[in-house]
Nanobody, 125 residues
């Protein structure tokens, strides 16, 4: 069973940066997992943000965050980071980490088998 623990959420001002972390705990090898970030705005459906697959699986970003957000992997810590820059109030949401074993980075919720509890990010002046 895979356990995903998100951290790093908080309240920031427009233009600030924030880094979220998703620690992946499993009985397997971290490099086998494709990990993604999704977010859910108040009153809206959850949407894809970014995904990372180790090796040739690549990375993928939602158009709304391209050039501002960066996803990276810290293999030594079994963690996937989401660096968020130039934040705006529209980035306010609960951010969820999701994982699946093997496969390329993808943007569909149904591709992922395991989910974290979420971490709140609020961007407000």
């Amino acid at each position: 069973q895979v356990q995903l623990i998100e951290s790093g959420g908080g309240v920031v001002q427009p233009g600030d940066s924030l880094t979220l972390s998703c620690e992946v705990t499993s009985g397997g090898t971290f490099k086998d997992y494709t990990v993604a970030w999704f977010r859910q705005h108040p009153g809206k459906e959850r949407e894809f943000v970014a995904a990372s697959a180790w090796g040739l699986g690549g990375t993928e970003y939602a158009n709304s965050v391209k050039g501002r957000f960066a996803i990276s992997r810290e293999d030594a810590k079994n963690a996937v980071l989401l660096q968020m820059n130039a934040l705006t109030p529209t980035d306010t949401a609960v951010y969820y980490c999701a994982a699946r074993k093997w496969g390329v980075a993808g943007s569909f919720e149904g591709m992922y088998d395991d989910w974290g509890q979420g971490t709140q990010v609020t961007v407000s002046s």
